[in-house]
């Protein structure tokens, strides 16, 4: 499957950005979807993620009620609408998705990643 995400920008501190990200290929319901991020000096860590053979979705602790990861399967696109951004959410931002049937936390278990898309909140 193939990745490609969009929609980061400059955003004050408070405002919303909705990413996303288009597959090709198989269709992504055959994989756990996810979003992560990597700020500059720190290692990349899952924000998001979605399944729908084991049916689920995880938030990271620091973004549970602000962000909220959604599809369109029919499009094949996966979402991160994202509010109440605060300065700290700044980093570049990644699709990915593994073959595992449950949502693991390492990015080492991610088999595919679409290119990053930039994020960055001013206070």
């Known amino acids: 499957v193939q990745l490609q995400a969009f929609g980061g920008g400059l955003v004050q501190a408070g405002g919303s950005l909705r990413l996303s990200c288009a597959a090709s290929g198989r269709s992504f319901s055959n994989y756990v979807m996810a979003w992560f991020r990597q700020a500059p000096g720190k290692e990349r860590e899952l924000v998001a993620a979605i399944s729908w053979v084991v049916t689920g979705t995880y938030y990271a602790d620091s973004v549970k009620g602000r962000f909220t990861i959604s599809s369109d399967n029919a499009k094949n696109t996966l979402y991160l609408q994202m509010n109440s951004l605060k300065p700290e959410d700044t980093a570049v931002y990644y699709c990915?998705?593994?073959?595992?049937?449950?949502?693991?936390?390492?990015?080492?278990?991610?088999?595919?990643w679409g290119q990053g898309t930039q994020v960055t909140v001013s206070s």
């Open positions: 990915a998705a593994s073959r595992n049937l449950h949502i693991l936390t390492p990015a080492s278990q991610y088999d595919y």
